[in-house]
């Protein structure tokens, strides 16, 4: 699963250099380094990220934000969405709520069967 972290996060990192040209590149750019650093964390230290309660909750708040953002962007999509920069600004909040909740998630899991292995 390292791997997968790996590369979502560096498709995060892409997204965030392909906002040079946008009027909002600067929080766009946040947005994606934000979720970038969740699945990096993910798969560096995934021990750190799932047994810390602050980082977790962090994370899960995260989480929730992104969700927001696309939720309040999502009346947005229809037919013809590719041509309107609000559908796909919410799509990249999914994008960034999704790969943050399986680097949270995935780090929990890791970390609660290294548990399990360590009582064993």
């Known amino acids: 699963m ?8 560096a498709i995060l990192v892409f997204f965030a250099v392909l906002q040079y040209n946008d009027p909002d590149w600067y929080y766009w750019g946040l947005v994606y380094l934000i979720a970038a650093a969740w699945s990096f964390a993910a798969a560096l230290r995934p021990e750190r990220l799932g047994s810390s309660r602050f980082v977790s909750i962090g994370g899960l708040i995260c989480v929730m934000l992104f969700l927001a953002g696309f939720v ?7 037919p013809g969405w590719i041509h309107n920069e609000e559908a796909r600004e919410a799509f990249g909040y999914l994008i960034c709520a999704v790969t943050t909740a399986i680097a949270i998630f995935d780090a929990r899991r890791q970390t609660s069967s290294l548990a ?5």
Do not use: F, P
């Open 72 to 78: 309040s962007l999502a009346g947005n999509i229809g």
């Open 2 to 9: 390292r791997i997968v972290h790996v590369v979502l996060s």
């Open 116 to 120: 399990e292995r360590g009582r064993t």
